[in-house]
Structure formats: structure tokens, C-alpha cells
């Protein structure tokens, strides 16, 4: 094997760099190289190491290239790096654009059976001859193409130093129960480390060593945590149409509700899950069951969002409770339809014709997708009213780890609702009741459900105009009056939803303001700028309507950065809305190509102003 | 004293507000044939919900069961609604109210959706072949050859409700005319009883823009053109202690044929020539329906019914409690499942 090595000696520095650089995984979709690379994060996880793993990868099922970037931080940094320092090379088909993309000092570990040799002078190349390697494995020919990739596993493990151990007990995880199969995937990754061993006598400058940095915390997706939070929410409907990126919240919540809410005596399901003809259809069930009182949900992207419209902007106007998940991807129309995007903020926000306005709650993290999942139902019935949850692609389908989720803090909180004994209660203090009445002065009014047994319980919902009795109406006043009461009770959610976490510096030089996931890129970004000698203060946004903590921290600074993952700066253009007067001291970040958030990109946007 | 029913409410206790239709709309007569069935069958008004998409006939629930829950939906979209509800709420007795534009045209994808879920469900289509409520435009049920004043004639094949409905599985498909009140409360209350989705084309003339000689669902048209199947009788559900026997030899002998409905309600369906028509028979109710279409006529009664299919709440395996009635004991895990799940992922 001669081609083992032959990058020239000044490519690689004298030190080793351990636990801080990022590998990129070269594959082709449908070959099972999900598995494979959750191995790699799982046993790095295991030894202590803090990992995020990002699946790159194009809207195909099978044969197209995919990617899947694997960061590990030993200062626990979790966003994107710009730069991959490991190649692993599985893709014929992308493997000369992927060796162009590797820094001088990089390492290439590739398949030598794709017959192109690595000519670049300035980077280390390893070789498997993975066709080879699983020659001498007695797997069936069928099973080939699915373990194949486990050969890369095992060769990257000798080479960068994951322990078997970890990896063996990572395969255990996977495939609890399943001795045959773990055995199988780890007789190839054994032969890819054999092979590795025996033959790379150049070590890689890149290296893992065990750390103490995950222990008590756990890996999840952010769907999962979704909908283990809708679960803990008490969800009682959830209706959808499979859409890439959310389908894993409904995939997720039948995997939990299916565990807890199931009855023990009788075996029967205490929530109905239905998969619906559409996503009109699929609101239409929320707002149906959410009418009718219970908790209802539904996940969806981008195009579904687009056909919720009409529904939604119902559920404002007749005021009904309803949650949607929205894991973002890249529009417009079916754009990058597997890449992350924080683009629907605007649209959201305001979906529906007419004066339209929701509630939407902004999760960066697994904690929060958890404590939103729960928390939103909470919200929609206090409110009565449709709760968006933002999330995104990479919150929801990648690895994260986080510490464990706190159980919910308080009841639950199902809004005004009256019995028929509290509905008589209610007569006689207020000599009438009316579904819209503000009785209270915060523009909510309270429900009674239908079923309810009092000859005045019933009322009728409807889109069109009417007044506080629900009595249809296309007086001017009353309309005005209406409208009024609404724009009311949402701005009296402001300091009620989750509020801004705010972290600050003394004498900072500037403000920035972020939401979602590009949180993980501003806190790296805030340490290397503090290399320059820049420091800011940072207000990470958790809902809409803005907190009025939003307009203190910007008077607070001259300059306040508004970052997000999109195009048109759709975040700063709300704080614009709410505060004109303040707009000449925002500065946008706003940049979308399909990739999470770097912290590169935000320092060198940073320093083209300061 | 106003006569009262045996849960002592009157007639007007089943009222709405005043009709804003049109005088003489067919979906005017089909409100008082709701109102005298919900009364007759002295449904408790609190159990039941009124849905309907967007249009005329739309509008009518306000008109009707004024002590009843309503949900005046979107155009074509009173289906999902109805089907979220009634996911979450088994005890409600759902009347749904749509057109022939809001179920045949915007809203045909769900109208063949929430017959395949089978959701226990009475789903009417006042069906009078236009657009009322904007201003008369042919509708997808408008015949061949019908002209409109300003739209011209239509010149594409109409959808024939019923025959949408069995094809796409509902459980309980009838044809009625708004003009003919006792059929309409027959097949109204053997619907409110069928645990299943039961679908009720009613032909409802618009007096406003499709009552013309030209039209196949003027008045005059329909009287003239319908083609009974059998006179539909209901017969509640009356408690065991005093059940008169039915002899069902009785009803063979007279080529009746008696439908059972789950509560133990029965439907006799009386012969009106010398065959009696079995609705159990799918291939037969299509074929029927196919050769009243090509005949031009109106076929009336019930047309199809499957008494043993599963419901939403059979096939989702839905406890026989209401979801709503649940409270936090049941619908929130305890701290001990939440840490029990963290613990199985933690290293
Ligand atoms: C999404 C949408 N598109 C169009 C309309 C306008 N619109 C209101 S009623 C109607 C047709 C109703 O026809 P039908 O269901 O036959 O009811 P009818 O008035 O004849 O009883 C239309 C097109 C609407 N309300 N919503
Ligand atoms: S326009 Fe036609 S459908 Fe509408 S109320 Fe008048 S008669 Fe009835
Ligand atoms: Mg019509």
C-alpha cells in the first residue's frame, strides 16, 4: 500500500490539535450513512468530548451526494465551522470538489476505490481500500452496500483516536437488543481500524482525547424534543401532512404518546394522531379540536405554512386556540427544501389577510424546544388564540446535546373556560355572557364549549364580523371595536411569553440581537471578537410580540446588530415596526444560503462596520 | 301552552335567529325540516354542533338550533373542523351544513377525506347546481346544457354528489328534495343516528338564480322528475320494557326492507312499485344512481348504507371517554416518566 501517505512533510505543523476541529462525511444518500455518522458523534459523546453533527444533504432518498459535518469542541462550541480539517471520502462523484475545500494541513481519509488518487501536496491522504476491506468480511452481498460505510467508521477511529469501546457500546444503544446486528456493523468497523492501524504510519495532526464535558447530559433532535414537550403539554390532537423538515414531530410524538397515553385497562389511546389529505386540512383539525377544547397541534415547513393561511388568520379572528410547529426550511416556494432557514419569521408572524398577528415563540435550543413544546398550549389557551413554534431544520433534525429537560413548573393553564355552574355564576355577575365580553379589561373573553349542558352556553364561532355576543355584525363600530380588542390582547402577551435572555459585559461596545439557532454562532462569535478587542452585549429574542425589554436594551446602545438566518433581515424589520424612532441605531446581519450560522461570518460582518 | 317534547322543550327552543336567505330558497325549508326533526327526535340541543363551510346554504346553521354550538367554517373546509372536533369530543351529535360549490368544487378534497375516516357525522349538501351567495355562477353540479344569464351555458359534466359519496365510501348516503319535507326528516333522523358519516344530498332550488325553466333544479324540474326509490319511514329507538316486536317476516312478506341503526333505531324502507331496493348493496346503489343520472330524473331515499364500518374513533382506538373531559392526571406524565426518559438517554 504505497499510497498510504504522501503528503510532503511542511503541510503538517509539529502539534497535534486535540478536540477542536470538524470532520465532513462525503457519502451518498440511502447507504446508510445516518448510521454511521450518529456512531461517530454518539462514541465522541461518550467519551466526553462535546460534538454536534449537522446533516448536510440534497432532497433525494437515494444516490445523490450527502454530507454530514462533526464538530468537535473541547470549549463546547456548537455552531458550523466554515472549515473542515477531516475529510472522510465516500463519493466519487463529489470527492475532487470535496478535496479542493480541505485548508492546507487537512486530513483526506477516502476510499481508494473510487480510483482517483488525491494529488494536492498540502494535505495528508489516507487510503481504504474499502471494497477490498469488505472482501474479507463473510457479510452477504445484499448487506454490503448498508455496512460499507461502518469501514470509514472504523478507520477514522484509529486514526483521530475514538475509543471501539465507545463505539461498540454506541452500536448497543442503536440497536438495543439486536446482538446480531451490532455484531455484524462491528466486525467491519474492526477491519476498517485493523486496516488503519497497519497501515497509516503518518499520525493525524488531528486527535480526540477523552474529556469530562457530557456526562448528565444527553444527545436529542429537536423534534424529538418537540414532541416530547407537546407530550408533557398534554397534546390531545395532532393532525398533519408529512413535510420534510418536520415530519420527525409526528414521528416522535405517536413514539411518545403511544408510551404514556395509552390506557392501561383498556389498551385505547387517549389522543388521536391523524395524518390528514393536506395541510388545510390538517389546521382545520386543530382549530376544529381546539374549538371544541381540547389541545391540538400540528407540525409543518414552509409550503404548509403557505396553505394554512386562510386558517390561521381565522384562528385569530374567531379566536381560537391552536398550535403550529413550523421546523423552517428555505423558501421561497419549495427552494432548498432540506436546508435550514430562519425565513419564515415575517410570515408567521402575520399569516392571514387582514390585520392579522400571532403569537410566535422562537426555541434555540433542545431545552427550549422541550419547554415551548409544553408551554405553547399553555399560551394558545390563555390567549385564545394561534401560537406559532419557530423552529428550523437544524434544530430539529440534528444531534444537540443538552443537559436534561425540566419538568414543566407549573400546571397546566387552560384559559377561561366556564362550566355550566360557572357560567350561572358568571350571568349573575355580569347579568349576561358573551363569548367575546372582556369582562376582565384584557381583551379575553371566556369560552363556554360546546357540550356544555345550559341552554346559554352555545354561541357561534365564525370568520365574519361580529360583535362582543358573537351575534353576527357588520357595524363599523362594533368592528372597530372588535379589531381593537384583538391588537389589545396580543400586545398584552408581550411581558407574558418568554421573555429575551439577555447576557451583558461591562462597557460593552455594541448590542447584538439574535433569535433561534444562530445562537450557538453569536456566542463563539462574542469570544473570537473579544480576541479584537470588541465586546457586546447580547439579547437573544424568544417571542413575538417583542418584549418591551427589546426597546431598553436597544436605547441602551448606539449600535445594536441584528442577526438571523435569512434574507431580508425579517427580525430587524419587526423591531423597525415596533420602533421606528430607533431604527438608525440597528445594523442587519442577515445572510441565508442553506447552512447554519458560522461565528466567522458573523465576526468578519462585525468588523467590515467597527 | 306551547307543545313540548319529551325533554319539555318547545319547537321554538330548537329556532335560530331569522333566516337572512332568500323568501322561497330550498335551504330555508331544509333549516325547518332540522329544526322539526331535532324536535321530533328530542335531541338535547347542547350535545349537538352545527359546521358549515362558506355560501348560502352555509349560512343557514345561524338559522337553526339556536341553543347549539356552531362553527361557520371556511369554503370547503367544514370537514377538517368537523373531523378535529369530533375527534376530541365523541359525545357531540356534529350536523354539518355545506353547497354544492363549497363540498363539489373548493371543497371536494376533504368532502372525499372525511368519508374514508368514516367520522360519526351528518354532512348535508344543499345542492341547487350554483354559486348562490356570489351571485349565481354555474356550480360543478350544474347539469349539461343548463344556462345561467350571465355565465352562459354550462358545457361541463356535473359531479353527481351521491354518486361521490358512495364511490368514496361514506357509510350513509340518501338523496332528498328541500320540497319534500317528511322524506328530508326520515332520512334526517336515521342520519343523526347512523354512527357513521352519513351524507345527504338534498336538491335546494335557488329562487335567485337557478329556479328557470331551463334548470334541472328548479322546482317545477325536480317535482316533475323525481324518481322515489321507497318511502322512507324512522322509527326511534324505543327502551326495550316497551318494544313493540317488529315482525321482520311481517316487512319481508310486504317487500319492506327494515335497516337497523346501532342505537337500536330502525329505518323502514317501504316499497313504492314492485321491486324493493336493498341499500346494502354498493354496486347496485351505484348503478341506480347512474341510470337515474342518465334519464335525467332524481333519485330519492336511501341509497347506500353500511351499518358495521369503523369509525375515526374505532380505527384511531380512541378511549370511550371524551378527550376533552380529561384533565391533567391523565393527559401530563409525572416528573418520574420525564426523568426516566432523560435517564435512558444519558451516558
Ligand atoms: C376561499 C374562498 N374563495 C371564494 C369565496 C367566495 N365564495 C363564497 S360562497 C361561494 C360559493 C358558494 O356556493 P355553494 O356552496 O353552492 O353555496 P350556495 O350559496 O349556493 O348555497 C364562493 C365562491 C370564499 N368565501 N372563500
Ligand atoms: S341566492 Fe339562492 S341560494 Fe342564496 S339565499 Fe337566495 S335563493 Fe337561496
Ligand atoms: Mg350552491
Redesign the pocket.
Known amino acids: 500500500m504505497a499510497d498510504v501517505l504522501q503528503a510532503p512533510e511542511q503541510a503538517v505543523g509539529d502539534e497535534t490539535i486535540v478536540n477542536d476541529f470538524q470532520i465532513i462525511v462525503a457519502t451518498v444518500n440511502g447507504t446508510g450513512s445516518q448510521t454511521s455518522n450518529s456512531l461517530v458523534i454518539r462514541s465522541l459523546f461518550r467519551m466526553g468530548i462535546p460534538v454536534n453533527g449537522k446533516n448536510i444533504f440534497p432532497s433525494n432518498i437515494k444516490g445523490l451526494q450527502t454530507w454530514y459535518t462533526i464538530r468537535v469542541s473541547k470549549d463546547g462550541y456548537v455552531a458550523r465551522k466554515e472549515e473542515n480539517q477531516v475529510l472522510v471520502a465516500m463519493n466519487k462523484s463529489t470527492i475532487i470538489e470535496d478535496i479542493k475545500q480541505l485548508p492546507a494541513g487537512g486530513v483526506c481519509l477516502y476510499d481508494s476505490g473510487i480510483r482517483y488518487e488525491p494529488t494536492r501536496d498540502d494535505i495528508l491522504t489516507y487510503a481504504m481500500p474499502v471494497d477490498d476491506i469488505m472482501d474479507q468480511t463473510d457479510v452477504k452481498r445484499s448487506l454490503r452496500e448498508r455496512v460499507r460505510n461502518m469501514v470509514y467508521v472504523g478507520a477514522l477511529a484509529s486514526l483521530i483516536g475514538i475509543e471501539l469501546a465507545e463505539i461498540e457500546a454506541s452500536l448497543n444503544a442503536e440497536f438495543p437488543g439486536k446482538q446480531k446486528v451490532v455484531d455484524l456493523n462491528m466486525s467491519v468497523i474492526k477491519l476498517g481500524h485493523a486496516y488503519a492501524e497497519e497501515n497509516y504510519d503518518r499520525p493525524s495532526p488531528f486527535r480526540v482525547e477523552r474529556m469530562d464535558e457530557t456526562k448528565g447530559k444527553l444527545l436529542m433532535e429537536g423534534n424529538a424534543a418537540a414532541a416530547l414537550g407537546a407530550t408533557f403539554g398534554g397534546v390531545q390532537m395532532l393532525s398533519w401532512y408529512p413535510i420534510t423538515p418536520s415530519s420527525s414531530v409526528a414521528d416522535n410524538a405517536m413514539k411518545y404518546l403511544s408510551k404514556f397515553r395509552i390506557d392501561k385497562e383498556t389498551g385505547k389511546a387517549s389522543y388521536a394522531i391523524i395524518q390528514a389529505e393536506d395541510e388545510l386540512a390538517a389546521i382545520g383539525m386543530v382549530l376544529g379540536a381546539g374549538w371544541a377544547g381540547a389541545r391540538a397541534m400540528t407540525a409543518t415547513s414552509g409550503p404548509g405554512i403557505s396553505l394554512m393561511s386562510?386558517f390561521a388568520g381565522m384562528a385569530y379572528f374567531a379566536e381560537i386556540p391552536s398550535v403550529i410547529w413550523n421546523i423552517q426550511r428555505v423558501g421561497p416556494s419549495t427552494g432548498l427544501p432540506t436546508r435550514t432557514s430562519q425565513g419564515d419569521l415575517l410570515a408567521s408572524y402575520m399569516l392571514g389577510h387582514g390585520d392579522t398577528q400571532h403569537i410566535c415563540l422562537l426555541p434555540a435550543n433542545l431545552k427550549e424546544a422541550f419547554e415551548f413544546g409544553w408551554r405553547a398550549f399553555d399560551i394558545a389557551e390563555r390567549f385564545q388564540t394561534l401560537v406559532f413554534v419557530l423552529s428550523d431544520l437544524d434544530l430539529g433534525m440534528n444531534l444537540w446535546m443538552t443537559e436534561p429537560f425540566d419538568y414543566p413548573d407549573e400546571p397546566m393553564d387552560r384559559g377561561k373556560v366556564l362550566n355550566a355552574e360557572q357560567l350561572n355564576e358568571h350571568i349573575k355577575e355580569y347579568k349576561r355572557w358573551g363569548r367575546y365580553h372582556d369582562v376582565d379589561g384584557d381583551g379575553i373573553g371566556y369560552r363556554a364549549l360546546p357540550g356544555t349542558p345550559h341552554p346559554q352556553a352555545a354561541y357561534f364561532t365564525r370568520g365574519t364580523g361580529h360583535d362582543e355576543w358573537a351575534v353576527y355584525s357588520e357595524n363599523s363600530d362594533v368592528w372597530v371595536e372588535n379589531l381593537t380588542r384583538l391588537t389589545n390582547k396580543i400586545a398584552g402577551s408581550r411581558d407574558k411569553l418568554p421573555q429575551p435572555i439577555v447576557e451583558t459585559v461591562d462597557a460593552a461596545d455594541f448590542g447584538v440581537i439574535a433569535f433561534g439557532t444562530v445562537d450557538p454562532a453569536v456566542v463563539e462569535a462574542r469570544d473570537r471578537l473579544a480576541a479584537h478587542d470588541k465586546t457586546f452585549d447580547y439579547m437573544r429574542v424568544r417571542a413575538l410580540p417583542l418584549s418591551p425589554a427589546v426597546r431598553e436594551f436597544i436605547e441602551a446602545h448606539d449600535t445594536v446588530y441584528v442577526v438571523e438566518n435569512n434574507f431580508d433581515g425579517q427580525l430587524a424589520k419587526i423591531i423597525i415596526m415596533d420602533y421606528p424612532e430607533l431604527a438608525t441605531r440597528l445594523k442587519s446581519i442577515a445572510y441565508l444560503d442553506g447552512l447554519p450560522f458560522t461565528a466567522k461570518f458573523i465576526v468578519d460582518s462585525i468588523m467590515e462596520h467597527e | 301552552m306551547a307543545k313540548t317534547n319529551t325533554l319539555d322543550l318547545t319547537k321554538n327552543d330548537y329556532k335560530g335567529r331569522p333566516s337572512t336567505l332568500c323568501p322561497g330558497c330550498g335551504?330555508n325549508a331544509i333549516s325547518n325540516q332540522i329544526i322539526s326533526t331535532a324536535y321530533d327526535m328530542a335531541i338535547e340541543p347542547h350535545r349537538v354542533i352545527k359546521l358549515s363551510?362558506?355560501?348560502?346554504?352555509?349560512k343557514s346553521p345561524a338559522y337553526f338550533l339556536g341553543r347549539s354550538h356552531g362553527f361557520n367554517a371556511?369554503?370547503g373546509r367544514m370537514p377538517s373542523v368537523g373531523t378535529g372536533a369530533m375527534a376530541v369530543n365523541r359525545s357531540l351529535i356534529a350536523i354539518g351544513v355545506?353547497?354544492?360549490?363549497?363540498?363539489g368544487s373548493?371543497g371536494m378534497g376533504q368532502f372525499k377525506h372525511v368519508m374514508r375516516r368514516n367520522v360519526p357525522m351528518v354532512y348535508i349538501i344543499?345542492n341547487?347546481g350554483?354559486?348562490?351567495?356570489?351571485k349565481g355562477q354555474h356550480?360543478a353540479t350544474q347539469d349539461e346544457g343548463v344556462p345561467q344569464k350571465y355565465y352562459g351555458i354550462n358545457e361541463y359534466p356535473a359531479v353527481d354528489i351521491a354518486l361521490e359519496a358512495i364511490v368514496g365510501g361514506a357509510s350513509f348516503v340518501a338523496r332528498s328534495f328541500s320540497g319534500s319535507p317528511r322524506e328530508v326528516q326520515a332520512l334526517l333522523s336515521a342520519a343523526i343516528r347512523h354512527n357513521g358519516l352519513a351524507v345527504l344530498d338534498i336538491i335546494s332550488p335557488?329562487v335567485a338564480f337557478n329556479d328557470t325553466d331551463a334548470s334541472t333544479k328548479s322546482y317545477s324540474y325536480v317535482r316533475e322528475n323525481l324518481d322515489v326509490l321507497h318511502e322512507v319511514e324512522f322509527v326511534g329507538y324505543v327502551p326495550q320494557a316497551e318494544n313493540i316486536e317488529i315482525d321482520e317476516r311481517t316487512y319481508e312478506r310486504q317487500g319492506e326492507i327494515l335497516v337497523e341503526m346501532h342505537d337500536g333505531s330502525r329505518v323502514v324502507l317501504k316499497r313504492v312499485d314492485e321491486d324493493s331496493y336493498d341499500p346494502t348493496n354498493r354496486h347496485e346503489a351505484i348503478r341506480q344512481v347512474e341510470e337515474a343520472r342518465r334519464s335525467n330524473k332524481i333519485l330519492t331515499g336511501l341509497l347506500y348504507f353500511e351499518p358495521e364500518r369503523r369509525t375515526l374513533h374505532d380505527v384511531e382506538n380512541l378511549i370511550d371517554t371524551p378527550l376533552v373531559d380529561l384533565g391533567e392526571d391523565v393527559l401530563r406524565p409525572s416528573k418520574e416518566a420525564l426523568d426516566e426518559i432523560m435517564q435512558e438517554m444519558m451516558i
Do not use: A, K
Open positions: 386562510e | 335551504h363551510g362558506i355560501g348560502c346554504s352555509s371556511l369554503h355545506s353547497g354544492d360549490g363549497d363540498t373548493i344543499e341547487n350554483v354559486y348562490g351567495l356570489t356550480s335557488c
